[in-house]
Structures are given as structure tokens and as C-alpha cells.
């Protein structure tokens, strides 16, 4: 315990005085070699993922979403693709390397491409029976349409929110939080962001959880006796300035590693949920984000061609999910919170749900 308090101080000192060191503070090697080995997998439940919520009512209906960690996917529609490319007026030093490599190797820039954009395989409402409750939706408009994309442009956002819209109507007792952000477009204009917005508004209204509350006023059980189920946030504060219905997106604290490695994911994110677990009061209007995912860089990309390495989003996903269960296991046992939204790539090859449950018998 003494150890435990000590690390949190000394980390909560340098983070506070050095925040541009938060991913270069080392975590003790011992605490690494737990991290990775602690695979102590808590006993399995027969919950049905798709009404988890539901059946453990009795268990957390008196709390609320500030006290949850709700699972979700990162980059949640891009479980399909088109082959064209998406406006992204930022660009991408990962996307450049594809395109070289596309070229070096003489194949269609599709087919190195997809593979690192997929991060799921399952659509949202599948997801949503998987047990995840937050969904990560970056919309680009292409000239005619709102559509979600990774690197390319995938299914029409009308589809994606019609697809959670059905499972909300057909799960009476499930609550969710969906993110639409990045709204990238080689053009974009007032009146895209207000049809994106008006969009939202008309395939969830009456469920909205109006952002005039915060995450700690009403409880969950209060807000599926109400009703008001779905959290969306839509990251473009002047078009919603005047509909309470969707939230800001500075609600999402959002943080990612950033990094291939699943040691250097393991570091960061050891950090990110001792700073979490040591502030000494969370805000009540805003929801911190975990990232277990790895990050492609164009070292990934090119390095792909070699055997044995990487060759796909699922194929590193893979090597991140694996980390997992050491990570929350160690985190639980020392009676912390992982966060209030934990995020994963390809969720339906993790055991990303038994952590979930684990997180609430606690
Ligand atoms: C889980 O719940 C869903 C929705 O109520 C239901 O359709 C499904 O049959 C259940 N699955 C099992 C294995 O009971
Ligand atoms: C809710 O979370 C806050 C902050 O982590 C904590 O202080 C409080 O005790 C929790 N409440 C419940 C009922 O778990
Ligand atoms: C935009 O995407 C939609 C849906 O995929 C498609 O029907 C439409 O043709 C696209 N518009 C342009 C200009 O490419
Ligand atoms: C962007 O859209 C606006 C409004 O439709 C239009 O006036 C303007 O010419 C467009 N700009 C470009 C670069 O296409
Ligand atoms: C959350 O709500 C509870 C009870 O409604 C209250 O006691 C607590 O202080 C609130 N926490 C924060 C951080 O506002
Ligand atoms: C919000 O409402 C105020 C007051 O009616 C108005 O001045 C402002 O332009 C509106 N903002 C938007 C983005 O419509
Ligand atoms: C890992 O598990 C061992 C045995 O249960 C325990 O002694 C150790 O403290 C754990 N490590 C961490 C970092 O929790
Ligand atoms: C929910 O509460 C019941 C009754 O107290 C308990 O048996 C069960 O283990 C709890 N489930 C979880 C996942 O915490």
C-alpha cells in the first residue's frame, strides 16, 4: 500500500510538473513484468452482453455513469470500407507511407490500405450485443453525404445511428454514449455541420440525455426510467451552442498512446489511470477515456512486408488485446478504476467484457 502511495505521489508530482514527460516517466520493471503477467482472470458470468445493463440493474442502478466504466470501441464503424478516400485536410504521415508503399509494390492502394484502416469487424448494433456502450464515430462529408471513415470513407452516419437507434428501441434498459468527431471534408461548410446535427437529433429524439445534467445527477437507474438513454456528442461547439440536446466534445477527455508497442501501450496507460485514480475530484460534465489500442506508425507500415511482422490493424490489435487481462487485473486488485470509458480495437477478440463486470463486483 505504501509502495502504491508513493508511486501515485511521485508520478502525480512529475506529471503536474512536467507534463511534457508523461510518456517518458519509466514504470519500475517489476510493476512491467506484473502488468504483463498478472493474467488472473476473475470468475466467468453467464451475463448476456446484450442486456448486461439490465441484468445487473440491481447491482448498479444506483450509480452513476461518472462511477461506470463503460466498454466501447475506438474508430467504431470502421468495421467496413469503401475504396474511396476520405477528405482529411490534416493528413497523415501513416496514409503517405501506404500510398508508398502501394507504389513500391506495384497493388491497388486498396488493398494496403483497408487492411490498416479496418479496427472492427462487427457493426454497431453487433457491438452493441457484444456489451459495448461507447462508440467512437468519425464522420466525414464527401460531397453529398455524412460518412464515417478511417483513412477511407465508410457506411453513411445515417446508417450507423439508425443501426444504435434499433437497439436502443429493442434494449429498453441499455444505455449509450456515442462520439461523432474528426468531421473532416474537403469543404465544410455551416450548413453541412447543421444537417449532420439535425441528423442526430431527429433518429434519437426522445432518448437524448440533455447535457443540462451532468454525469453525476442522474443516476442510471433514473435515466432508463426516463428514458433518456443515449449520451451524443458532436465536437463542433458553435452548430450545437443551441440544441442542449447533444454535448460538447470536450466532454470526452480522450488520451491514446500513440505507439506499435504493447510495452510502451502498457507504460502510458499505467500513467494515464494512476493520474486518473490520484485527481483529487473528476469533473462531473466530462468522461475519461482509456485507449487500449496500438497506433500503426510508418515504421509499422513498412516494416509489414518483413515475415513475422504486423500486417493488418487486426493483426496488432491482436498483440494489444493479449495485454489486456494482465493490465486490468493488476489495476483491480489494487482496488483502482481503470477509467469511465474503456476503448478497444477488434473488442470481439478481448476479454474486454469479464473486466467490465469485474470493474462493478468490486
Ligand atoms: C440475450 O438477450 C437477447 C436480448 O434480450 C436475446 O435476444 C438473446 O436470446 C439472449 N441470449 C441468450 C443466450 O440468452
Ligand atoms: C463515484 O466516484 C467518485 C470518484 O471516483 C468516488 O469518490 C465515489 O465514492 C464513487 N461513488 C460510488 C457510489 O461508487
Ligand atoms: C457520398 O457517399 C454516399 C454514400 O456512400 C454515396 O451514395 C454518394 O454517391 C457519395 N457522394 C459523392 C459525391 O461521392
Ligand atoms: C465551399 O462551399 C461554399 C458554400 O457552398 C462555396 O461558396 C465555396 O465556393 C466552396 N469552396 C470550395 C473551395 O469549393
Ligand atoms: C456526485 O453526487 C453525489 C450524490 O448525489 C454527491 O455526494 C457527490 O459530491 C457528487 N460528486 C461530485 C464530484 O460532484
Ligand atoms: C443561438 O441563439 C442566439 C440567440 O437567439 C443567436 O444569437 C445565435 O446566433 C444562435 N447560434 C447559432 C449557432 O444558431
Ligand atoms: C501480481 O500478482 C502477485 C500474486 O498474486 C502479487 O503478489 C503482485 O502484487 C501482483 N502485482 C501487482 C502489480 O499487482
Ligand atoms: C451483482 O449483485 C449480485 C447480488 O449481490 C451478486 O451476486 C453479483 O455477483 C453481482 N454481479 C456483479 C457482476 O457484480
Not at 445487473?56 to 469503401?82: K, M, W
Not at 508508398?100 to 492502394?109: R, T
Not at 491514446?256 to 501501450?265: F, G, I, P, R
Request: contains cysteine; hydrophobic residues 40%.
Amino acid at each position: 500500500m505504501i509502495t502504491d502511495l508513493s508511486i501515485l505521489t511521485l508520478s502525480l508530482l512529475l506529471l503536474i510538473n512536467y507534463p511534457q514527460y508523461t510518456s517518458l516517466y519509466p514504470v519500475q520493471e517489476n510493476i512491467l513484468i506484473d502488468l504483463r503477467q498478472n493474467q488472473t482472470f476473475p470468475s466467468p458470468t453467464s451475463i448476456n452482453t446484450s442486456i448486461w445493463m439490465q441484468q445487473l440493474l440491481p447491482n448498479i442502478s444506483h450509480l452513476h455513469l461518472f462511477n461506470l466504466t463503460l466498454p466501447g470501441t475506438h474508430d467504431g464503424a470502421s468495421f467496413t470500407l469503401t475504396s474511396a478516400l476520405s477528405p482529411d485536410p490534416t493528413g497523415s504521415p501513416v496514409l503517405d507511407a501506404l500510398v508508398k508503399l502501394a507504389e513500391k509494390l506495384g497493388i491497388p492502394l486498396q488493398d494496403v490500405i483497408t487492411p490498416w484502416a479496418l479496427a472492427q469487424s462487427r457493426n454497431l448494433y453487433e457491438q452493441a450485443e457484444d456489451g459495448m456502450r461507447y462508440f467512437d464515430i468519425r464522420a466525414a462529408y464527401n460531397g453529398t453525404d455524412w460518412c464515417s471513415y478511417h483513412f477511407e470513407l465508410g457506411l453513411p452516419i445515417n446508417t450507423h445511428l439508425n443501426a444504435l437507434n434499433s437497439f436502443l428501441l429493442l434494449h429498453p434498459n441499455e444505455i449509450i454514449v456515442i462520439e461523432v468527431s474528426h468531421l473532416a471534408s474537403a469543404n465544410l461548410t455551416q450548413k453541412n455541420l447543421n444537417e449532420l446535427r439535425d441528423m442526430i437529433i431527429k433518429i434519437f429524439n426522445p432518448m437524448l440525455y440533455s447535457r443540462i445534467n451532468d454525469f453525476n445527477s442522474t443516476t442510471i437507474g433514473d435515466m432508463i426510467a426516463t428514458n433518456q438513454r443515449v449520451i451524443v456528442t458532436l465536437s463542433d461547439d458553435a452548430t450545437i451552442e443551441n440544441y442542449t440536446q447533444l454535448w460538447y466534445g470536450s466532454s470526452m477527455i480522450n488520451s491514446y498512446a500513440n505507439t506499435d508497442s504493447l510495452d510502451q501501450m502498457i507504460s502510458y496507460n499505467w500513467q494515464q489511470v494512476l493520474q486518473f485514480n490520484s485527481l483529487p475530484s473528476l469533473p462531473t460534465n466530462a468522461l475519461y477515456k482509456l485507449s487500449w489500442t496500438l497506433t500503426p506508425q510508418v515504421s509499422t507500415i513498412f516494416d509489414s512486408i518483413l515475415p513475422d511482422k504486423p500486417k493488418s490493424l487486426k493483426n496488432l490489435a491482436d498483440i494489444g488485446n493479449s495485454g489486456l487481462s494482465g493490465f486490468a487485473s493488476t489495476v483491480l486488485q489494487k482496488r483502482w478504476r481503470l477509467c469511465q470509458l474503456l476503448l478497444i480495437d477488434f473488442q470481439e477478440r478481448s476479454e474486454i467484457m469479464q473486466w467490465i463486470f469485474a470493474s462493478i463486483h468490486q
